[in-house]
């Protein structure tokens, strides 16, 4: 994973709002294997052993993990710069009483944080996370 140079975060949050709808529809029609087989069942073996009752996911995106995570019944609050994906995680999670979406970089809503979290995702640290996890579980 490669930092982002030379892109200012409007420009960032422009280009994942462009996105926002289809990587939805990507993850819901199980058209990203790599999410359904890999990801999902990283985090849910990780979370078995883990303290998940209140969870930071930043970056949510969408929030497809966010409402995985919020299935195993813990407080989760999803982060996220893309005002479009922020819109399309309360559509898709619509019901859960468990999950608060809040539209912002994490530098500034960590700036005004008010509650403690046991664990907090980053999924692109998950992925790397998901090799190993599947490594083992081939061994």
Known sequence: M???VG???NE???EWGQVARLRAKQIHSGLDLS???ILVPCVKELSKESDFSSVLD?????GMMTRELAEGGGN???VDISKE???VAHESCRGFKNIEFVNS???MYAKNIKKAFFRHLRIPYLIYMAEDFLMTKNQ
């Not at 930043?58 to 969408?62: A, L, N």
């Open 2 to 4: 490669k930092p982002v």
């Open 7 to 9: 892109k200012k975060q």
């Open 12 to 14: 960032i949050m422009e």
């Open 35 to 37: 999410y359904t087989f």
């Open 58 to 62: 930043i970056g949510c995106g969408t």
């Open 76 to 78: 989760i609050v999803g």
């Open 85 to 87: 994906s922020i819109r």
């Open 105 to 107: 970089a994490i530098e």
